[in-house]
């Protein structure tokens, strides 16, 4: 047998590698379509209790995955010892000459597709109606497309219950933390404004101080979470904890928490954690603030244009993290506990 085209220019090494990773591939395949089959059986059904399916379907992956190592490692171990010492060719006529016990992904689609022929939509349309529901918007979704939304919706509705069980655990908010630090920001609010206006000559924004006030009212739990998201008050911020603090001998408390690229027109507030990222509020005019500006210090580049307020800098920096928590998650499989744990208190945060 000669090699597959996609492999021909490669050394023997490079062959040997590229077949292993196919083999080892195909099990993920396998694992993922016995994993979406779970739901696939469920498209029809109610939707009374997407919780329950979700833990269901966890037990589901717990046997698939086992049962899907177990046939990786044999394979794999079939493979190096009596495949790798193989020529290529020989090599390639092995394992593409038995589908059954190398490729039972590939095996798995196909007799998917065989025994579902109208799993997709698009084949019962004429070419004329598909590209008309591909103008308009309008493509129909495949049963499996419909599975995999099934999914989504019971991994939602879980984390919705779970989430509603972790909140339970923790005491209510004291709400004396609120009120005293509502006292805080009445009492200091004063002598900060007369600070930046005498050594700045700037007016803070009222967003700002609300900005304080949410950092002063975080419990234990939500102070965790902001922190593990990297932001943390700076810059300015740390006159706030004593308006009268003097500069250090010599320097000018105008270039208190500035970095080395900030522009004149920026004014830092919030460290953002990585790569020098920080926030600050601008100044377009010298005196009235336009809005809140972020860049990373140390990869240089654009300010870009100042918008929106404190609060809405920190929301999309937590929006952020969930998204990156969300991908590391991934959709088919159970959430770790730590994970979990990570999640909720950003849902938390973000709630508050």
Known sequence: MALPRWLEGKSDEEVISALRAEVDNDHDRLADREKLAFFYELVDESEEDLAGEWDAYCRHV???DERVSQLRSV???WFDREVVPLPPADA???VYGDDDFWFPGFVADRRHGDRNPTDDPWSELTPE????KAIFGTR?????ELA???RCAARGAAEGRDYAVWRSTY???????RLAAESRVARDRAAIERRFADDWGIELPDSIFRYWLFLLSLGPVKQRALHDTGL???GIMDLFDDAVCPPREGLDVRVHGRYYRDPPEFLTFMHGGTDGLHFGLWYDDGRTCAGVASYYNNDGGGVGLPSGTPLEAVREQIEWCQAHLDSEAGEDEPIAANLAEERFGLRALREF
């Open 62 to 64: 717990s046997l698939v």
């Open 75 to 77: 394979a794999l171990a």
């Open 92 to 94: 390639a006529a092995v």
């Open 129 to 132: 109606e598909q590209i008309l």
């Open 140 to 144: 129909p979704a495949s049963r499996s």
């Open 148 to 150: 995999g939304e099934r």
């Open 171 to 177: 005491q209510p908010p004291d709400p004396t933390v």
């Open 232 to 234: 943390r008050p700076y």
